[in-house]
């Protein structure tokens, strides 16, 4: 065999085992990538790429104006126990959160002011779970700080004054007169009927009457669409008094220039707050969970309100 001959013949072997070699490197890599992509890593990998772009573990909340505060703290609290869930809130009027989701929002949780706007859509077939109360409120009335005697105003929240008409009455009185302005909610919405519920019960007491009601509607200069509307009104000056929730006489925007007058407890007019599922996933009813646990009530307490009522009809519960 010539020298080229033999040069021909260890290279035809030489590159054979080079071929070899590499379709060798190539099946251990396939391998190696198909050993990495195993059911439980593609799923990590899945869960990763979710959670990422906040898809996973995140939630809209619709909720009632009045829970604005507290439901901020409560959010983070919830994502704290819980890492890597995401809470995102919006917060309006009950009536009109309902309207948006009767009209095709996407939400996974609405916690509603009253009744009513749960109700209206569980008879749609809009919600994914039975609504449970969660808390429940108390109506106060709110008068900007140049109205009536200060004095006077912080005598009627003394516990010991709180069932006594005729302080309440002077209140009311001053509100009445003509030239006064007063806000009120809209009546549909939660805090409009619980004041048209009030006044009901005003008209119907003896010391009160129904004639002061009248003039304290004449004396309307304003329906708002949601609770933190007619206590800010209030707040800035725009109003002499409005009826209000006692957790909203509490918050920032409030807490300056107005005065907080209790109602006596034969007016009481409790608010009951429900809360239901939009969709069905875990995250939605863990939300809810937490919501009624020892650690969200306690928030909840925080911020003024009580716990819940139990009341499930839509109408105000009276006492």
């Known amino acids: 065999m010539t020298s080229r001959s033999t040069w021909r013949s260890a290279a035809t072997t030489n590159g054979s085992w080079c071929k070899a070699v590499a379709a060798c490197v190539l099946a251990a890599s396939f391998l190696g990538l198909v050993a990495c992509s195993s059911p439980e890593s593609s799923a990590e990998a899945g869960q990763a790429g979710e959670n990422l772009n906040g898809r996973q573990d995140a939630i809209t909340v619709f909720a009632a ?6 439901f901020q703290e409560i959010s983070e609290a919830y994502e704290s126990n819980y890492p890597g869930n995401r809470v995102i809130l919006n917060f309006d009027g009950s009536q009109r959160l309902r309207t948006q989701l009767e009209h095709g929002a ?10 009513a706007q749960m109700d209206a859509l569980q008879e749609k077939g809009l919600l994914a779970g039975n609504p ?4 429940s409120n108390r109506l106060v009335l709110l008068l900007a700080a140049e109205v009536g005697n200060p004095a006077e105003g912080s005598a009627l929240q003394d516990p010991k004054t709180q069932g006594m008409v005729g302080g309440f009455a002077r ?3 001053l509100l009445s007169q003509p030239g006064r302005k007063i806000v009120l909610g809209q009546p549909q919405v939660p805090i409009g009927r619980y004041s048209e519920a009030l006044m009901e019960q005003i008209a119907e007491d003896p010391s009160l009457g129904p004639d002061l009601v009248e003039n304290l509607f004449a004396n309307v200069v304003s329906r708002e669409s949601s609770v933190r509307g007619v206590a800010q009104k209030v707040a800035l ?19 300056r220039g ?7 407890d034969s007016l009481s007019v409790q608010a ?13 009813n863990r939300f809810i969970e937490f919501l009624l646990s020892e650690k969200g009530q306690h928030i909840l307490g925080n911020h003024g309100f009580g716990p819940p009522s139990g009341i499930r009809s839509g109408d105000p519960d009276i006492r």
């Open 132 to 135: 449970t109360t969660f808390a």
């Open 65 to 70: 104006s009045s829970l604005a505060t507290a």
């Open 237 to 255: 000056g725009e109003a002499d008094g409005g009826i209000t929730y006692a957790t909203d006489a509490l918050t920032e925007y409030t807490s």
């Open 272 to 284: 009951t707050y429900p809360v239901a599922p939009l969709a069905r996933t875990v995250s939605a």
């Open 171 to 173: 209140q009311l009185s």
């Open 258 to 264: 107005v005065r907080v007058v209790e109602l006596p």
């Open 106 to 115: 996407a939400a996974d949780v609405f916690a509603s002011a009253d009744w």
